[in-house]
């Protein structure tokens, strides 16, 4: 029931009643039967507060799903007079809509008060326009509140709640995990790589979101959901490349020259105003934590990337109209099917201009940032710290300072590698329709973007997001050495403790490297290593600047080199 203290008397009344209440690992929050948004009229907002306490916790489950029924002609006819469960509501306005109804959240702090989730749901259904907000939190005292506000909904259509409400419960989740790729040549991730140093890392995955084996693209700007099998594929991959920073010819990471990938432009350079062909152009990345994560979304998560933006890209994107956006650095739909979510925009020359960075700004209290150290043709080390289900906030840390807040957003996370499903509801369940084994091994056991479930409702796999994509194409090529993912949102130290650009990576570094041991055999060095620094050295391979002194390697490496070698490994 809904609990309103009319003075401060009362309040301090109520409080102490609530802290004397045992407190409960499990609480349920239940408007009463018949609270209702009127078919007509005003719409106000329905908030409701538990009387149950609930124990503080390392980190907490809520679910909003009472029973309800609709009301006026168009709530009979959207939602029908029978009462069913809202989650079968709103996955009926839109496909997985389920999954903004519930979650897992880490609560670091181990008290209360907490936000668990605040989740605005809207659009135009079937011609009906419907848009709310559903807010669940836990009170200071440890009592639960469920609200749902800014509801708009046209005349004739209002809905009833029959019977219960949200349940909120503790939770103890396990170690956040971190996933990280070191672009050398591939887009495999450190751990697929199979290097000592990676063994423990996530299992997160990396793929171009144009590869052939995940079937037709979907459609560009007004055509988000439709299939056009006769755009191009692979196209990512044609417009990008991996090569040494004495390849490309800029800058070393941290002074050591390094692989690094030099990504596509979210644009197909043959025809770049064309958005169905801009729509599979970037990177998917695949969170592959629901194997032991019950949660189908990432609602507290952190990236973590080492970039640089040469003066081309930066001029570039000064120059052209609308936003200025020279990174496309998240599209967090499944599929690439808007505008980019976080970016790096720059204003003004290279040399002279300057940079921000943001997230969801169109969210709530979401705003750009300024980064004054991101500068044309350097290397920075750029972390998005997300909290969008405890604070609603994405902090921004460029080489380990805290620069400011931004917005936030989820990342969809419905597919488990052990038992692959589509992203809709059935029976009841929140778990999908199994995706069949021929069609997953054909994927290559990456869930497809762009595939959908062949019959009703039509789901997708929702499991991914996408890197350096924006259907728009607005963005520029640019350099990025690491990548870390990780499915916590960072406190402010770990962020900082991350510092600048590290040709190592980020957080499963290589071993510093032995000079002698130049083909990395590990161990101590041998005489093949001569041989192979020697074949380099001739043919002005640029691995043979042992000494890091840039450009073409000179008879000076051939000196450091031996020294190295006789000095051998330790």
């Given at each position: ?10 309040a ?8 004397t ?22 719409t ?15 980190g ?34 839109f496909t ?19 936000l ?19 807010h ?24 009833v ?33 199979g ?6 890392s ?12 995940f ?37 070393p ?19 770049p ?21 019950p949660?189908?979304?990432?609602g ?5 990337w ?27 739909s ?29 969210q ?23 909290d ?32 692959p ?9 929140f778990?999908g ?39 728009t ?14 499915d ?13 650009p ?24 041998t005489?093949?290593d ?23 390697p ?17």
């Amino acid at each position: 029931m809904t609990v309103y203290a009319k003075s401060g008397i009362a309040a301090t009344l109520l409080s102490f009643a609530c802290s004397t209440l045992a407190q409960l690992p499990t609480i349920v929050v239940n408007p009463t039967p018949g609270t209702n948004v009127p078919s007509s009229g005003s719409t106000p907002d329905i908030v409701v507060t538990g009387t149950q306490v609930i124990q503080a916790a390392p980190g907490y489950s809520f679910r909003c799903n009472p029973m309800v029924h609709g009301t006026g002609f168009l709530g009979l006819l959207a939602i029908g007079g029978s009462s069913q469960p809202l989650e079968s509501v709103i996955n009926s306005f839109f496909t997985g809509g389920q999954r903004t109804l519930y979650g897992w959240m880490r609560n670091p702090s181990g008290t209360v008060p907490t936000l668990l989730d605040t989740e605005p749901v809207g659009g135009t259904f079937s011609g009906i326009p419907l848009s709310l907000t559903f807010h669940q939190e836990l009170l200071a005292d440890g009592r639960g509140r469920l609200s749902i506000t800014d509801i708009m909904r046209p005349s004739s259509l209002g809905i009833v709640i029959d019977s219960g409400g949200a349940t909120f419960s503790t939770w103890t989740p396990p170690a956040a995990v971190k996933s990280e790729w070191q672009f050398e040549g591939d887009l495999l991730s450190v751990k697929q790589s199979g290097v000592a140093w990676g063994a423990s890392s996530g299992p997160a995955r990396m793929r171009y979101l144009d590869d052939s084996a995940f079937g037709p693209l979907l459609g560009g700007v007004g055509a988000e959901t439709t299939s056009t099998p006769s755009t191009p594929q692979n196209v990512t991959l044609a417009q990008s490349s991996f090569g040494t920073t004495a390849n490309f010819g800029i800058p070393p990471v941290g002074g050591t020259v390094d692989t690094v990938y030099r990504t596509s432009p979210p644009r197909n350079a043959t025809d770049p105003a064309n958005t169905a062909k801009s729509r599979g152009l970037g990177l998917a990345m695949w969170p592959n934590t629901r194997d032991f994560w019950p949660d189908d979304r990432n609602g507290q998560w952190t990236m973590v990337w080492d970039l640089l933006i040469p003066a081309a890209s930066w001029n570039a994107a000064n120059t052209a109209g609308g936003n200025k956006q020279v990174v496309a650095l998240i599209e967090d739909s499944q599929n690439n099917n808007s505008a980019a979510d976080a970016f790096i925009r720059v204003t003004g020359p290279a040399g002279s201009g300057g940079a921000t960075v943001g997230y969801s700004i169109d969210q709530v209290g979401g705003a750009v940032v300024a980064a004054p150290a991101i500068q044309p043709d350097q290397w920075f080390r750029l972390a998005l710290v997300v909290d969008h289900y405890g604070t609603k906030t994405g902090k921004v840390f460029v080489n380990g300072v805290p620069l400011g807040a931004t917005g936030s957003d989820w990342l969809y996370n419905a597919v488990k590698s052990t038992d692959p499903r589509w992203g809709d509801l059935t029976s009841g369940s929140f778990e999908g329709s199994p995706i069949a084994p021929a069609t997953w091994t054909g994927w290559g056991q990456f869930p497809s973007p762009w595939a959908a479930q062949p019959t009703a409702p039509n789901a997708p796999t929702a499991s991914t997001c996408g890197l350096f994509a924006d259907i728009t194409g607005k963005g520029e090529s640019v350099y990025i050495a690491n990548l870390l993912f990780s499915d916590e949102a960072m406190t402010d130290a770990q962020a900082a403790s991350l510092g600048g650009p590290n040709a190592r990576g980020i957080f499963y570094t290589r071993p510093a490297p032995c000079i002698g041991d130049f083909n990395h055999s590990g161990g101590q060095p041998t005489v093949q290593d001569i041989f192979d620094f020697l074949a380099a050295y001739f043919t002005g391979d640029p691995s043979a600047d042992v000494n890091n002194s840039g450009g073409a390697p000179t008879v000076q490496d051939i000196f450091d080199f031996l020294a190295a070698y006789f000095a051998g490994c330790n």
